[in-house]
């Protein structure tokens, strides 16, 4: 008969137990249906790029070889299409020469002008004159994580990247219709990943005259 009790408590302590287990896993899991996830959208947006003029810079190079004998214009000045930037001296098979002239494929302004008298311009020398537009824009790199988060109508906050002081604000203007891979390197040099990003345009109204373009930049929410 002990035996046959001592039995009975062992199973209904055991069954006390099962019932234990689920009854806290049953209040367990409804705690966790009960929190409010946060949605990503909700933090602070945190986006990076680099200022440019708008509809992007264009860079000039000759259409001949030669020597540069003149040089009209230079960083800061306002050009019309089709004005000469510099002359340069041609030498032809014949050892004849003569002036050709380097002109600028669009109104706009000269962001840069690293030309002199005396030195050789060649075809394909496309970093030496760049110009564009007056009007600046931001080019953003966006993360998978952010796609069709920026606000359309937001203004952004915009930091230089390196000094984190305030240069200006944004808007969105457009967004590209594909993704493009960009390779990221870590602080090790041989390690390198790869992610999908897609390039949106923010027009940039900025607090401080002449920034150069290709500046690391930071954009956040106006909340933050």
């Not at 984190?164 to 390197?185: D, N, W």
């Amino acid at each position: 008969m002990k035996k046959r009790f001592k039995n009975i408590a062992i199973v209904m302590f055991v069954i006390a137990i099962v019932i234990f287990n689920i009854v806290s896993l049953y209040r367990a899991s409804k705690r966790e249906t009960n929190v409010t996830q946060p949605k990503i959208n909700e933090y602070a947006m945190t986006i990076y790029g680099k200022i440019e003029p708008f509809g992007k810079a264009v860079s000039v190079s000759p259409k001949v070889n030669g020597i540069i004998t003149e040089v009209y214009v230079q960083e800061g000045d306002r050009v019309s299409k089709e004005q000469p930037l510099c002359a340069l001296e041609n030498t032809a098979q014949d050892s004849s020469t003569g002036i050709s002239y380097v002109i600028s494929p669009k109104d706009g302004l000269v962001y840069k002008s690293d030309i002199h008298a005396g030195e050789s311009f060649v075809i394909g020398d496309s970093n030496r004159i760049i110009i564009g537009s007056p009007e600046l824009q931001i080019c953003c790199d966006v993360d998978i994580l952010w796609i069709g988060k920026l606000s359309k109508t937001k203004a952004y906050e915009v930091f230089n990247a390196e000094t984190m002081e305030a240069i200006g604000t944004a808007v969105f203007r457009s967004a590209s219709r594909y993704l493009r891979p960009k390779t990221i390197q870590t602080e090790e040099p041989a390690e390198r990943f790869s992610s999908d990003y897609q390039e949106v345009i923010m027009k940039f109204e900025p607090s401080i005259p002449d920034l150069p373009i290709n500046l690391p930049v930071m954009l956040k929410t106006r909340d933050n």
